[in-house]
């Protein structure tokens, strides 16, 4: 029973690990054999089991050696045996790497990490933004799922690939979706607005449908969907064209003197937004108030939310109530 037991656990073990099995029983089997034919020249078995390493990888260091003829036909048939298990283990292990690199980089290995990002959907959009993520938060890894892209090393973008569907449960299962800390979606550009939001809404539900908690961050294009994006489970909406109408409303502004792009970029690269629900001690203060006292915290407010309702940049004298929602720019 017991023989039988580990045989089944021998025959599941993958290729590589069972080689490096066999190597050891082979090796220490010559290795006891030898000691007991030789004991003299072999005076414990762990000298006769390192002798038998030692010839069979061919490298022959000369420490020990056979004096009868015995020995030496032992030594013969170890390196007729022993010498081709190494070889050939040597080789195996070089193409388990191979291969396992090959597979990573075709996005057919599975995730096994927790606390990670998850990207979907590769563009020049999702490039950039791996590439800001790694600068300022190197700690975070990044699994990026895509269903067009077929290669990706790691050399090229430092993530986790994997090639599938992110609306199947089976792709987000293989990005160990239950333990990441949060989603993004990003919506493809190459279909139409109502393809690419369908399939945003769809990878939403998924993603809701595997982890009930997780932050989903999804970009819609049409403004007619952003509801059913939210009713999918989506915590916060990306409207981008909504973001490049405003954009370019400012750019055809008549004030030349004025970089609303690069203002943008800027602001976003070196500051994020905050929302801080105002303090008991700054209610019924006026915004000029608010504002000095929110600045000794490092904090610039630019207006506060009011039932829904944005109010950016009010006048100096207007008074701040309980339940307004500071929006203020902080360092990262």
């Known amino acids: 029973m017991y023989i039988r037991f580990l045989k089944q656990v021998y025959f599941r073990l993958p290729t590589v690990l069972k080689l490096l099995v066999t190597i050891f029983v082979l090796m220490s089997f010559f290795g006891f054999l030898i000691h007991i034919v030789e004991p003299t020249q072999f005076p414990t078995i762990f000298d006769g089991i390192w002798w038998a390493f ?9 420490d020990y050696v056979p004096l009868t003829q015995t020995g030496r036909m032992i030594a013969i048939l170890l390196i007729l045996t022993g010498g081709g298990f190494l070889a050939f283990y040597i080789t195996s292990l070089s193409a388990a790497t191979v291969k396992r690199e090959q597979e990573m980089e075709s996005g057919k290995l599975a995730f096994k990490g ?60 293989k990005a160990n979706i239950a333990y990441a800390s949060r989603v993004l979606i990003s919506a493809d550009i190459t279909k139409n607005e109502r393809q690419s939001d369908n399939y945003t809404i769809l990878a939403t539900i998924a993603v809701r449908g595997n982890h009930k908690e997780i932050p989903i961050v999804a970009e819609i294009l049409s403004q007619r969907q952003i509801e059913n994006a939210l009713r999918a489970g989506a915590n916060t909406i990306i409207r981008s064209n909504d973001f490049m109408s405003s954009l370019f409303f400012h750019e055809l502004s008549n004030n030349r003197k004025a970089t609303s792009f690069e203002d943008i970029i800027q602001i976003l690269g070196q500051q994020q937004f905050l929302h801080t629900k105002l303090s008991t ?52």
């Open 54 to 62: 030692v010839t069979g990888a061919t490298v022959g260091y000369g």
């Open 114 to 173: 927790s606390h990670h990002y998850i990207f979907i959907g590769w563009n020049e959009r999702t490039r950039q933004l791996i590439d800001i993520v790694v600068k300022k938060h190197p700690s975070i890894r990044i699994v990026l799922i895509d269903r067009t892209l077929r290669h990706l090393t790691f050399q090229e973008s430092p993530v986790h690939f994997i090639h599938g569907d992110a609306t199947e449960d089976s792709t987000l299962i």
């Open 281 to 332: 001690a700054l209610e019924n203060q006026t915004y000029k108030t608010v504002l000095a006292e929110m600045l000794k915290e490092e904090k610039l407010v630019l207006g506060y939310i009011r039932e829904g309702k944005y109010f950016i940049h009010p006048t100096t004298n207007q008074i701040l109530v309980k339940d307004d929602i500071l929006i203020s720019l902080t360092r990262w």
